[in-house]
């Protein structure tokens, strides 16, 4: 099992309230069987144009997201409400994650947009 599926599966599951605070899971793939325990930290980086990188921490337990930006700079979002994906904002600056590929935006600018690697 990849760490990105590992990422986005409990993600997903931290959207269901009362449900992944006592979580651990075991997952047959493959006639292989995985255990994912309860975590409360999982993190992921994500590889935009040109080379740029931006890292997330995700916070399951806190319902919240810490990026580490392009340009150096730090930003704590907490989880939204999304249709599909994972998303954090904070009413103007938004992350949203969904099947590998993630954006950051200020406002209506695009910050980054990228594929996790």
């Known amino acids: 099992m990849t760490p990105l599926y590992r990422l986005t599966?409990?993600?997903f599951l931290t959207l269901m309230p009362g449900f992944a605070s006592a979580l651990?899971?075991?997952i047959k793939d493959n006639g292989r069987n995985f255990s994912l325990p309860k975590e409360e930290t999982l993190s992921a980086v994500y590889l935009g144009e040109g080379g740029a990188t931006l890292s997330a921490s995700f916070d399951t337990e806190g319902k919240k997201v810490t990026l580490t930006l392009p340009g150096g700079g730090t930003v704590v979002l907490p989880q939204a409400i999304s249709a599909s994906g994972a998303r954090y904002s904070d009413g103007n600056r938004t992350f949203w994650e969904h099947q590998d590929k993630a954006v950051y935006t200020e406002g209506e600018k695009v910050i980054f947009k990228g594929s996790a690697r």
């Open 9 to 11: 599966l409990l993600v």
């Open 24 to 26: 651990e899971l075991s």
